[in-house]
């Protein structure tokens, strides 16, 4: 038997979090782009290891799928883009977590709270990219060779020219509308996911 357990974030709840992603920021300000993929994927790798509820799953596999945003030389994301989602993905490089990770199940409520925000603040992005994703996987296919080969390959860029407009006239479109959409999970996430440069090991 499953159980549904809702979880409303007040005003109060959100400054909280807005708090706490700005601490991060100023303590992981001047670490590497590098630094902070590495720190995110510890996580991911820690996620892993254990039997986690599919509220933090789902969640886990969004922050795979930002890290793999920055990572993916075909994607080639614009560095005022890439500087956006590397803003999120820093408060995974702070130590300072509000729940340790190592605390059964519980450890990563707040890691997928934080997610689900920068989910939210970050959809077109992720739309965009999801979407890139699986053109890229549908192209190799015809053409014979394995996503993960393709690289800056030339029938891919305008495709990716195009994904990329559309990214920024909705994410200039939704300028102040804040946390209030929704996060879109239970749609793409069922199905098969295309090959994207991830950490997190798809079974």
Do not use: N
């Not at 707040?110 to 939210?120: G, H, N, P, Q």
């Not at 102040?176 to 098969?192: D, I, K, P, Q, T």
């Amino acid at each position: 038997m499953s159980v549904s357990i809702s979880i409303e974030l007040s005003e109060e709840d959100l400054k909280h979090f807005g708090e706490a992603m700005k601490a991060a920021r100023e303590t992981a300000g001047s670490r590497s782009q590098e630094e902070i993929v590495a720190a995110a994927g510890k996580l991911l790798a820690e996620g892993q290891g254990g039997q986690l509820p599919a509220f933090i799953r789902e969640r886990l596999d969004r922050l795979d799928a930002l890290i793999a945003m920055v990572r993916d030389e075909g994607w080639a994301l614009p560095g005022e883009d890439r500087q956006r989602v590397l803003a999120a993905l820093v408060y995974f490089a702070d130590p300072a977590d509000s729940i340790p990770d190592h605390v059964p199940v519980l450890g990563f409520l707040d890691d997928a709270l934080m997610i689900e925000l920068c989910v939210r603040d970050l959809q077109h992005e992720l739309d965009a990219y999801d979407d890139f994703c699986e053109y890229r996987a549908h192209e190799a296919r015809k053409r014979e060779v394995e996503p993960d080969q393709v690289g800056r390959a030339q029938w891919l860029e305008g495709r990716r020219e195009e994904l990329l407009e559309r990214m920024h006239r909705r994410r200039e479109r939704d300028v102040g509308v804040g946390y209030g959409r929704s996060s879109g999970y239970g749609g793409r996430a069922r199905y098969a996911r295309a090959w994207r440069p991830g950490i997190l090991k798809v079974t």
